[in-house]
């Protein structure tokens, strides 16, 4: 380790350091023209789907949504309909039926 009396004169040598910096004198509208070029340089990142507007995503949203209700009511009124074939209707329809006077009976 450095001896305690180094360390303090390393110190002392910083600050001597810090006090003999000059301020830099910069014209006035330097930050602004550094902040102009850099909005010129700056690159436009192209949208991948930037014509797909808040508005645009509402009304799909409104469309699928409307097409799920739709295909809702559509499968629960044609379950109403479907339940009421009955035996006798599969049957008939099968050829199941006892009293058909086919000859394979």
């Known amino acids: 380790m450095k001896p305690k009396k180094e360390i303090e004169n390393n110190i002392d040598d910083a600050f001597k350091v810090l006090e003999n910096i000059e301020e830099v004198k910069v014209n006035h509208f330097f930050k602004h023209k550094v902040l102009q ?3 010129n340089q700056k690159e436009e990142k192209s949208k991948v789907l930037g014509w797909f507007s808040p508005q645009l995503q509402l009304a799909t949203l409104g469309l699928v949504l409307l097409l799920n209700v739709s295909a809702l009511f559509y499968a629960y009124s044609s ?5 009421n074939v009955t035996l006798e209707n599969f049957a008939q329809e099968y050829s199941l039926q006892p009293e058909t006077n086919s000859i394979l009976n």
């Open 37 to 39: 070029q850099l909005e």
């Open 79 to 83: 379950q109403k309909v479907t339940n």
